[in-house]
Nanobody, 124 residues
Framework: QVRLVESGGGLVQPGGSLRLSCAAS????????MGWFRQSPGKQRELVATVISGAGTNYADSAKGRFTVSRDNAKNTVYLQMNSLKPEDTAVYYC??????????????????WGQGTQVTVSS
């Protein structure tokens, strides 16, 4: 019913920048939170940055000062601007969202959605 479509990943040199985007489509009634996780080989999936409705943003310590997460509510889209990229940032980045949808009785049901992931590789 709801789909998350990511874009913007790719290969970049250390110190470079990338901008990821994730658009939610389908029967979106509300968005509780929307953001990004990442996972690199041999490591657990970790939070990168999220936007929580009514509560601002959260960042991983490794992302603070370099990454910026933002949301376009009208487009149901979240962005991750990544600057000063390091090889350690290499990972598959996954869009994540808690999205509310309406059932036939107009009750809201919140579901955790994940995108397919987009590869970010930082290498010279």
């Amino acid at each position: 019913q709801v789909r998350l479509v990511e874009s913007g990943g790719g290969l970049v040199q250390p110190g470079g920048s990338l901008r990821l985007s994730c658009a939610a489509s389908g029967s979106v009634f509300s968005i509780v939170s929307m953001g990004w996780f990442r996972q690199s080989p041999g490591k657990q999936r970790e939070l990168v940055a999220t936007v929580i409705s009514g509560a601002g943003t959260n960042y991983a310590d490794s992302a603070k000062g370099r990454f910026t997460v933002s949301r376009d509510n009208a487009k149901n889209t979240v962005y991750l601007q990544m600057n000063s990229l390091k090889p350690e940032d290499t990972a598959v980045y996954y869009c994540n969202a808690f999205i509310g949808t309406l059932d036939p009785l107009l009750n809201v049901h919140t579901t955790d959605y994940w995108g397919q992931g987009t590869q970010v590789t930082v290498s010279s």
